[in-house]
């Protein structure tokens, strides 16, 4: 019947002992991943260093690659460039969403409409039994009643037992040991413990809006124009246009969106030079608008005026940093603290935090013994796009709150990120990158920085910190002697 027939077929079509032979020229690599990749200089050579490791070495002892950060950094694209260097077929398996065992190991033929899983669909397009196989998002894997799909991961990526990988169609075991895994994330806090062990991670973080000009100009818009079939004369934009694309029109860590934008021009402008039978469109600064419509975004900019009871914090998420200002109101009651808005459960507990340590501290603020039970406080912090949780507002919001208690303005130009101990310790934090890209982009100018972060603030390239005071901190006190507004005497 139709049923076995399709089996045997499957069968017959997986490439059992086929395979390429891998190319294993370290300079051919650089030279390919620097063709394709503007920037990126640490992740390529983790890369080349893993090719070099993995030359010198057996195969299955070679540890897995999973590259970890926002959207549109060009993980996927790392990845089959390194298919191209290494002469491999490049199969893509979307992890996304996968919930079900089954889309990994396959269902049992019994059950009607019988598939194998994506693993070996995956090598079966391959055609070799050692592709480069890249298995997108892990980090969105989540397991449902239908069985183990970390477990089953698991057994995917051990060399040990994915020689003999089990597909439930198959029956026969498949042999995974000879393909070249690599994986992608856009957070490492969501891949469980063991999976998270058997990988090897290169983080890749936000682009600057420099980098974005720099992609954008070499390798976006070429692409977008050879698929739009236009030629390099036909259309060019001037570089405020593209700066002006970057900061007005996308809002990424990536360059995703940024490639959407190029492909919309070079469509309009496709349209425009066959109906109007121009040779050559210039897109400018000036006439852009004509092209893309109103301005998307205009930057959430710092508030103007010093006020009391709000602090602007600063973020990390899986797609970037951004600002997040917390707002604090005190108001007869009898001691209720109220959280609203956004916050996440470390958030909760950090907000706690930081009221342990007012109370503490409440006699050298000048807080009447009684406060705290004459009146309740409420922190809020507004709605998102994105969903935010850690540590990292604790300093935020204490300082809000002491603002609000004590009637202190906060500067407006002032943003922070710090975790806060009982104490009014300042304890360090991480996505510092992103979260002082987020700032700048704000018109921040101040920045408190835990002290213990000393190290990454020196590791971060000069565009980004020009023209921002970072000041180290270590304690409470320290914060508020940069954030409050100063009292004329
Ligand atoms: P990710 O897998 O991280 O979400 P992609 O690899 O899909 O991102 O990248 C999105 C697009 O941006 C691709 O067209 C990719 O080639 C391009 N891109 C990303 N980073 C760079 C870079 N550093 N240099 C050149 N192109 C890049």
Same mark, same amino acid.
């Given at each position: 019947?139709?049923?076995?027939?399709?089996?045997?077929?499957?069968?017959?079509?997986?490439?059992?002992? +086929?395979?390429?032979?891998?190319?294993?020229?370290?300079?051919?690599?650089?030279?390919?991943?620097?063709?394709?990749? =503007?920037?990126?200089?640490?992740?390529? #050579?983790?890369?080349? #260093?893993?090719?070099?490791?993995?030359?010198?070495?057996?195969?299955?002892?070679?540890?897995?690659?999973?590259?970890?950060?926002?959207?549109? /950094?060009?993980?996927?694209?790392?990845?089959?460039?390194?298919?191209?260097?290494?002469?491999?077929?490049?199969? +893509?398996?979307?992890?996304?969403?996968?919930?079900?065992?089954? #889309?990994?190991?396959?269902?049992?033929?019994?059950?009607?409409?019988?598939?194998?899983?994506?693993? %070996? /669909?995956?090598?079966?397009?391959?055609?070799?039994?050692?592709?480069?196989?890249?298995?997108?998002?892990?980090?969105?894997?989540?397991?449902? =009643?239908?069985?183990?799909?970390?477990?089953?991961?698991?057994?995917?990526?051990?060399?040990?037992?994915?020689?003999?990988? +089990?597909?439930?169609?198959?029956?026969?075991?498949?042999?995974?040991?000879?393909?070249?895994?690599?994986?992608?994330?856009?957070?490492?806090?969501?891949?469980?413990?063991?999976?998270?062990?058997?990988?090897?991670?290169?983080?890749?973080?936000?682009?600057?809006?420099?980098?974005?000009?720099?992609?954008?100009?070499?390798?976006?818009?070429?692409?977008?124009?050879?698929?739009?079939?236009?030629?390099?004369?036909?259309?060019?934009?001037?570089?405020?246009?593209?700066?002006?694309?970057?900061?007005?029109?996308?809002?990424?860590?990536?360059?995703?969106?940024?490639?959407?934008?190029?492909?919309?021009?070079?469509?309009?402008?496709?349209?425009?030079?066959?109906?109007?039978?121009?040779?050559?469109?210039?897109?400018?600064?000036?006439?852009?608008?004509? =092209?893309?419509?109103?301005?998307?975004?205009? =930057?959430?900019?710092?508030?103007?005026?010093? #006020?009391?009871?709000?602090?602007?914090?600063?973020?990390?998420?899986?797609?970037?940093?951004?600002?997040?200002?917390?707002?604090?109101?005190?108001?007869?009651?009898?001691?209720?603290?109220?959280?609203?808005?956004?916050?996440?459960?470390?958030?909760?507990?950090?907000?706690?935090?930081?009221?342990?340590?007012?109370?503490?501290?409440?006699?050298?603020?000048?807080?009447?013994?009684?406060?705290?039970?004459?009146?309740?406080?409420?922190?809020?912090?507004?709605?998102?796009?994105?969903?935010?949780?850690?540590?990292?507002?604790?300093?935020?919001?204490?300082?809000?709150?002491?603002?609000?208690?004590?009637?202190?303005?906060?500067?407006?130009?002032?943003?922070?990120?710090?975790?806060?101990?009982?104490?009014?310790?300042?304890?360090?934090?991480?996505?510092?990158?992103?979260?002082?890209?987020?700032?700048?982009?704000?018109?921040?100018?101040?920045?408190?920085?835990?002290?213990?972060?000393?190290?990454?603030?020196?590791?971060?390239?000069?565009?980004?910190?020009?023209?921002?005071?970072?000041?180290?901190?270590?304690?409470?006190?320290? %914060?508020?002697?940069?954030?409050?507004?100063?009292?004329?005497?």
């Amino acid at each position: 019947t139709g049923v076995i027939r399709t089996y045997i077929e499957t069968l017959l079509d997986m490439p059992w002992d +086929r395979v390429v032979k891998e190319h294993k020229d370290i300079e051919y690599a650089r030279k390919i991943l620097d063709e394709d990749h =503007y920037g990126l200089e640490p992740v390529k #050579e983790r890369v080349l #260093e893993f090719l070099a490791v993995r030359a010198l070495t057996k195969k299955g002892d070679s540890p897995i690659l999973c590259l970890a950060g926002p959207p549109g /950094t060009g993980k996927t694209s790392i990845a089959k460039s390194l298919a191209k260097a290494l002469k491999k077929p490049y199969v +893509r398996i979307s992890l996304g969403g996968v919930r079900d065992e089954a #889309e990994i190991r396959g269902h049992r033929r019994t059950y009607v409409g019988a598939m194998p899983g994506r693993l %070996v /669909t995956g090598l079966k397009q391959a055609g070799v039994k050692n592709p480069l196989m890249l298995l997108d998002e892990i980090d969105k894997v989540s397991n449902d =009643y239908k069985g183990d799909t970390f477990s089953a991961l698991l057994e995917v990526l051990d060399s040990e037992q994915n020689r003999k990988f +089990r597909d439930h169609y198959m029956e026969v075991p498949v042999d995974l040991s000879e393909v070249l895994f690599i994986t992608t994330a856009n957070t490492l806090q969501t891949i469980p413990r063991p999976l998270l062990d058997r990988m090897e991670v290169i983080e890749i973080s936000s682009y600057t809006e420099n980098e974005k000009l720099h992609i954008a100009g070499r390798h976006l818009l070429p692409k977008q124009l050879s698929r739009h079939g236009l030629k390099a004369g036909q259309l060019s934009l001037s570089r405020a246009a593209l700066g002006k694309i970057i900061r007005n029109y996308t809002k990424e860590a990536g360059v995703r969106q940024l490639e959407r934008v190029i492909g919309n021009i070079c469509r309009k402008a496709a349209k425009e030079i066959l109906e109007t039978g121009k040779k050559e469109i210039r897109i400018s600064e000036r006439n852009l608008e004509k =092209y893309l419509g109103k301005e998307k975004f205009v =930057y959430q900019m710092a508030n103007t005026e010093d #006020e009391v009871g709000i602090v602007r914090g600063l973020a990390w998420t899986s797609v970037g940093g951004d600002t997040l200002q917390i707002e604090v109101n005190v108001m007869p009651g009898s001691g209720e603290i109220l959280l609203t808005g956004q916050l996440g459960d470390v958030m909760k507990e950090s907000a706690r935090t930081g009221i342990s340590y007012i109370r503490s501290v409440g006699e050298t603020k000048g807080i009447a013994d009684n406060f705290f039970k004459e009146h309740d406080i409420h922190i809020h912090i507004p709605e998102g796009a994105v969903p935010k949780d850690g540590p990292s507002a604790g300093i935020t919001m204490a300082t809000a709150m002491l603002s609000a208690i004590t009637g202190k303005k906060v500067r407006a130009d002032v943003a922070m990120t710090g975790e806060i101990t009982l104490r009014g310790r300042v304890l360090p934090i991480g996505g510092l990158k992103e979260k002082l890209l987020a700032a700048k982009n704000a018109g921040i100018k101040t920045v408190l920085v835990p002290k213990e972060n000393a190290r990454d603030v020196n590791e971060i390239a000069a565009e980004i910190t020009k023209g921002l005071e970072i000041r180290l901190v270590s304690q409470m006190d320290q %914060v508020l002697e940069a954030a409050f507004v100063k009292e004329k005497e």
